[in-house]
């Protein structure tokens, strides 16, 4: 199997709010791939498109090389698993009975089976949370439940995990071991992508960055629409010119050439970032 997703041309639009906009990527059995984009820009959309949460304006998710739509929610279940970036703290449940219902998928009856139990105990080792596996999931820190659902999606035993900032909440031993978990799942066979703000931890344990394109909107050219290259390309050339004649005409004991950087090219860069629209996506 060499595609197991398949993403082409995704669209995503609320009225005339643009969320997503002809998203298309391909990822195959043993990648771990780091969506990344700036705050608010439609990764977490992504995340539920694929799992089948939100339908897009247009586009096509294949998995497995079957058309998600011809998939039943049961079987789409069984293939894909979802971490939210939040849930509600205050359920009702032990946390091992939370992570129990990650095996919910793949139950035929009324309790889970000996295979059931064994997927989730081995979860929750993993995840290192089985020590509290009797304890009310209110009363959890958020590290702590951030594990629990990490647990929850690994006991489901997907062939694609979607993880939203799987590291938020965890302390910097907690967030290696995350990744080294996920790193794990994708050398197993798994598909694993997670979106992330960390690029070290990403840098250090995917194989792939997809870094999804951002438009800037901007006063300077005729569709007030300019890539986010090019304001850097600008506002770095009108930077440099400012220091090079900083340099020239100034005497470098009577003001720092960096000073002069500052004064003249700062404000067109406050300028340019002033000229920028909201964020299209959430």
Same mark, same amino acid.
């Given at each position: 199997?060499?595609?197991?997703?398949?993403?082409?041309?995704?669209?995503?639009?609320?009225?005339?709010?643009?969320?997503?906009?002809? %998203?298309?990527? *391909?990822?195959?059995?043993?990648?771990?791939?780091?969506? +990344?984009?700036?705050?608010?820009?439609?990764?977490?959309?992504?995340?539920?498109?694929?799992?089948?949460?939100?339908?897009?304006?247009?586009?096509?998710?294949?998995?497995?090389?079957?058309?998600?739509?011809?998939?039943?929610?049961?079987?789409?279940?069984?293939? +894909?698993?979802?971490?939210?970036?939040?849930?509600?703290?205050?359920?009702?449940?032990?946390?091992?009975?939370?992570?129990?219902?990650?095996?919910?998928?793949?139950?035929?009856?009324?309790?889970?089976? /000996?295979?059931?139990?064994?997927?989730?105990?081995?979860?929750?080792?993993?995840?290192?949370?089985? /020590?509290?596996?009797?304890?009310?999931?209110?009363?959890?820190?958020?590290?702590?439940?951030?594990? %629990?659902?990490?647990?929850?999606?690994?006991?489901?035993?997907?062939?694609?995990?979607?993880?939203?900032?799987?590291?938020?909440?965890?302390?910097?031993?907690?967030?290696?071991?995350?990744?080294?978990?996920?790193?794990?799942?994708?050398?197993?066979?798994?598909?694993?992508?997670? %979106?992330?703000?960390?690029? *070290?931890?990403?840098?250090?344990?995917?194989?792939?960055?997809?870094?999804?394109?951002?438009? +800037?909107?901007?006063?300077?050219?005729? /569709?007030?629409?300019?890539?986010?290259?090019?304001?850097?390309?600008?506002?770095?050339?009108?930077?440099?010119?400012?220091?090079?004649?900083?340099?020239?005409?100034?005497?470098?004991?009577?003001?720092?050439?960096?000073?002069?950087?500052?004064?003249?090219?700062?404000?067109?860069?406050?300028?340019?970032?002033?000229?920028?629209?909201?964020?299209?996506?959430?």
């Amino acid at each position: 199997m060499s595609g197991l997703l398949e993403i082409a041309n995704l669209e995503l639009s609320y009225g005339k709010r643009v969320v997503l906009r002809s %998203v298309t990527f *391909n990822a195959k059995p043993g990648e771990f791939l780091a969506l +990344v984009r700036v705050n608010g820009a439609g990764k977490s959309t992504i995340l539920d498109i694929i799992a089948g949460f939100r339908k897009p304006s247009c586009g096509s998710v294949v998995i497995a090389g079957r058309d998600q739509k011809a998939w039943s929610l049961r079987e789409l279940a069984q293939r +894909v698993s979802r971490l939210p970036q939040t849930v509600h703290s205050d359920l009702p449940y032990t946390t091992e009975q939370l992570v129990a219902m990650g095996r919910y998928p793949h139950t035929d009856r009324w309790f889970e089976s /000996d295979e059931d139990h064994l997927f989730i105990r081995q979860a929750m080792e993993r995840t290192r949370c089985w /020590d509290y596996r009797h304890r009310n999931f209110a009363s959890l820190s958020g590290g702590e439940r951030q594990r %629990v659902l990490l647990a929850a999606c690994l006991a489901q035993n997907a062939s694609i995990l979607l993880l939203d900032e799987p590291s938020t909440f965890l302390d910097i031993d907690q967030q290696l071991h995350c990744f080294n978990v996920l790193r794990e799942e994708a050398e197993a066979g798994k598909l694993c992508i997670a %979106v992330t703000h960390d690029l *070290n931890l990403a840098l250090s344990h995917c194989t792939r960055l997809i870094i999804l394109p951002h438009l +800037v909107r901007s006063r300077i050219s005729p /569709d007030h629409r300019i890539l986010l290259p090019s304001l850097f390309f600008f506002g770095g050339t009108l930077l440099a010119a400012c220091d090079a004649l900083g340099r020239i005409v100034l005497p470098p004991a009577e003001i720092p050439a960096g000073a002069v950087l500052a004064l003249l090219g700062g404000p067109y860069l406050v300028w340019a970032i002033r000229q920028r629209t909201p964020s299209e996506g959430t």
